[in-house]
């Protein structure tokens, strides 16, 4: 990187926090869940100091509400949550997607169903993500595997949000969340951020759904230009419609607009892939626990590899479909009862894929994955 970085020790709560002032966020609207909270402690002394704002919500509904509100009127808005956090949230996320508002979610997955283990880490909210809320609706889920891509990632989950009109999450675990690493912070305008697109023209001819763009163009509330907006399926101008063909096209058009793009949303990392016979399909702190493995495995004269996904949500169909096609066997190691074997078998139709489930609260151990790359090499 070129320019000015200051190099700092944070916390990941703490590296999503400075990602989000670096990309412009301006509002965080939240409530204090562990192990979440650090996010909201580090905006609360900071945003203040470069002119925004920040409120802590009665619960969890209310700031989810709070940032689609902050948005609507043309702030860079944040939320954080966990676990339970993240199910009281659906409601108003369906609402976000159907009304096309930009902003940001920040999930620091922890034990669970219900209150569960607020404590211990877990990775069992990526099919939340992208089922939680009712209805087919745009999902767009990033998650990093290290504390300085917690920082990078969260800038990049503003600039999608803002170029396509919706909510992104950033999913991470307690492990990340709580760990320390170095992380460059380089000066504004080092790292490309995306500001959403202003309507031109007259006031009067405005159209906040208008359909001959692929993304509309959204104006702030309050800033000369009168329009609707409304949960119910709606025609160009916001207001509801029944009409069955403008209910269809609206709601392909939400997919469509992520669909299209998946190439620009997607990110991927292959790490010792190009001649894996048995790969490793790991996300979050799990993916450090895989590429220890891996190393392991190639200093026994195995060839392993790992396959990361940083995006998730589109998944990695065509990149995890050619890497999987060279390969023997699939290990999948994930903090839950397995959620993303499921979408692994379903890309790539492999014989040999074989999962590594813990919910206990512990992560997953490098020689719990070494263990099965090396019996099913």
Not at 6 to 22: F, H, I, M, S
Not at 98 to 120: A, K, Q
Not at 345 to 363: A, K, S
Request: aromatic fraction near 8%; hydrophobic fraction near 35%; glycine fraction near 10%.
């Amino acid at each position: 990187m070129a320019g000015k970085t200051v190099r700092r020790l944070l916390q990941g709560n703490e590296a999503c926090a400075e990602g989000a002032l670096y990309a412009g966020c301006n509002f965080f609207g939240g409530y204090p869940i562990t192990p979440s909270t650090e996010i909201a402690e580090t905006l609360s002394r900071e945003l203040p100091k470069r002119g925004g704002k920040w409120i802590q919500m009665e619960d969890e509904i209310a700031s989810i509400a709070s940032i689609v509100g902050a948005s609507i009127a043309g702030a860079k808005a944040l939320t954080a949550t966990s676990g339970p956090g993240l199910s009281l949230k659906q409601e108003v996320l369906g609402y976000a997607c159907l009304t096309e508002i930009p902003c940001v979610l920040i999930n620091v997955m922890r034990g669970g169903p219900s209150t569960g283990y607020p404590t211990g880490p877990s990775q069992a909210d990526i099919m939340q993500a992208k089922w939680g809320t009712h209805g087919d609706h745009p999902v767009i889920t990033l998650t990093p595997s290290t504390v300085p891509e917690i920082f990078t990632e969260t800038i990049r989950a503003f600039n999608l949000a803002e170029k396509y009109r919706t909510p992104v999450f950033v999913f991470y675990d307690e492990i990340l969340g709580h760990m320390r690493e170095a992380v460059e912070l380089p000066e504004q305008g080092v790292i490309e951020v995306v500001d959403r697109a202003k309507p031109e023209g007259k006031p009067e001819d405005y159209n906040p759904y208008d359909t001959s763009y692929e993304v509309a163009p959204l104006a702030p509330f309050g800033k000369g230009r009168r329009f609707h907006i409304t949960g119910l399926n709606h025609n160009d101008d916001g207001f509801p419609t029944n009409d069955s063909t403008k209910i269809d096209e609206g709601n392909r058009r939400i997919m469509a607009k992520i669909d299209n793009n998946v190439s620009d949303i997607e990110s991927t990392e292959e790490y010792l892939m190009d001649d894996a016979e048995v790969i490793v399909f790991a996300f979050g702190s799990t993916a450090r626990s895989a590429r220890f493995a891996v190393n392991r495995a190639r200093e026994k004269g195995i060839k392993a590899g790992l396959f990361r996904p940083i995006t998730m949500w589109p998944f990695p169909e065509k990149a995890l479909k050619k890497a999987a096609d060279k390969a023997k066997s699939i290990i999948v190691p994930e903090m839950n009862l397995g959620q993303t074997i499921l979408e692994v078998e379903r890309v790539t139709g492999h014989g040999t894929i074989v999962g590594l489930q813990r919910v206990d609260g512990e992560p997953i151990h490098p020689t719990e994955i070494i263990e099965l790359i090396e019996k099913h090499s």
